[in-house]
C-alpha cells in the first residue's frame, strides 16, 4: 500500500493509502485510522453512501476524537472502483460512486464492480497484515455504505462481531436506488438480490445468535426517508425473526454528514462494547 | 439573511446564510450554528485561512459538539467578497478567497476587499440581531484566519473578552504571504501594515489589560512554520509586553483541518471560560 498522505489527528495517525486490488483489478483508494499507542486494537469499518470517497466520512464524520478514546482502528474505503476503462454511467446512483456492496454479475460491470469481496476478501486481509488488529471486526455505514455494512456484516457474520447503520438503504429489493442497482449489477432475475437486502437476510433470521442487537440511526427530517430508505421494513422484518434492533428517530435530522457526526459518538461505543 | 439550508447538528441547528453586506457591497455567506435551548448564548467567531470559504470549517472541525455542550453560537464568515465584479488574482493567496481581514486602500481591492470592517462594524450587529447572543463575544481563527482573529481582537477589545489561534500568521508583516497581500490591499507604505501585525501589537501593549492569556495552538509538522507564521514572534513580543501567551507547539500536527479538529474543545472551552 501507498500512503498518499499522513495527518496526526486526536493523538493518532490518519493515513490516506493506495493499494492495487486484486479483487477489482483497479486501484483503490481508502483512509485508516489508528489510535495512540501500540495495539493491537479492534477494527471498525465504514462503508460510504453513494457519490462518496474515501473522504467523506474522513473529514466531516468527526469520529476519531472517540475513536482514539475507545482505540479502535476505523477504515473507510473507497464506494466503487475508479479511473479509466471502468464503466461508468452518468446518473450519481450506479457506476463509480455507487458500488453498492455487490459483485456484479452483468456487463459493462462484471469485471470491476465486486465490492462485496473486495471488502471482505482483500481490505479485512489488507488491515490486518498491515496494521496491529486484533482479529476482531465491527462494520458501519451510511445510506447505500448502511445497506453494505447489514449485507456484509449478515452475509459474513463469523467476520464481524457488531454491526450499526445510519440511515441505510433497508431493503433494496423495494426502493428506486436499490431496484436500478440491483438490477444493473446483478440482472433482471429478482432471486438473485435477495441476499443483498437487509430486511430479506434479517426476516429469514441470518442475524439470530449473531448480533445481539442491531443500532440503526435514521433522521426524521431526512429527504429520502420514505422512497428509498425504509426503515420499519428492518424493524418488521426483526420482529418477524425475534432478532433485536434498535431503530432510534432522530427529530430534525436530515441526510447528511452533520446527522452523522452528532451520533456516530454513540455507535464506536456500541461497537467497542461488543469489541471488548 | 436567507437562509441557505439548514442542518440539525449535535442538538443544535447550523444555517448557512446569505445576505447582501452593504461594507463589502456583495452578497455574503456565513454559517451560524446554535445550541439546543432558548438562550441567549455568547458568540464565538471563527475565521477561516487561505483559499476557505464558510464551509471548511463549518464541515470539518467538528465544533459543534463541544459548542452544543457549553452553550455558544459559532459563526464563520466567507473569507471574501466574491463573485463577477470583484477583483481577483490567479494566485490562492490573494483576492477572493484571501481577504486578510484588513480594509483594502489600493486599487482594484478597495471597492469590496473590505473584511476588517465587514465582521466588526456589519457581521456583529446582524447576528446579535438575528440570534439570542448574550453581547458578549470571542474570536479564534486559522492561519490567516488566525492573524485575523488576532489583530481583530487587539484593535477591538471592547468587542471580544477573549482570543485564540491555530496556527496564525503571526506577523503578517515578516512573511511572504503578508507581504504580498499587506503590499497589494494597502500599498507600499509599511507604517500602515504596522496594525495588521498581531506580534506588532502585541508588543505595541495592545492586549494589556484586555486579554488574560492568549491561546494559539500550532503544529510542529506544519510546512508552513518556519517560513510563513513564526509564532515564535507571537512569544517574544508578548514576554517584551508582560503579556501572558500560551504557545502549544503540538508535535506531529501539520496544517489540516485534522490538526484543528483535534484541539478545537479545548479552545471552545478556553472561550466558554472567559464568556460566562
Known sequence: MEI????AVHGGTLRYLKHHSAVTGTPMTLSVFTPPGEGPFPLVIWLSGLTCTEDNFTTKAGAYRRA???GLIVVAPDTSPRGEGVANDPAYDLGQGAGFYVDATEAPWAPHFRMESYVV???IPLIDGAFPTTGTRAIFGHSMGGHGALTLALNHPELFRSVSAFAPISSPTRCPWGEKALGAYLGSDRSRWARHDAALLI???AAKGRFDDILVDQGDADGF??????PHLLVEAAEAAGQKLTLRMQPGYDHSYFFMASFVDHHLTFHAERLR
Open 225 to 230: 426517508l420514505a422512497e428509498q430508505l425504509k
Open 68 to 70: 482514539a478514546e475507545l
Open 203 to 205: 426476516q429469514a433470521g
Open 4 to 7: 498518499v498522505k499522513h495527518h
Open 121 to 123: 476478501e482483500e481490505l
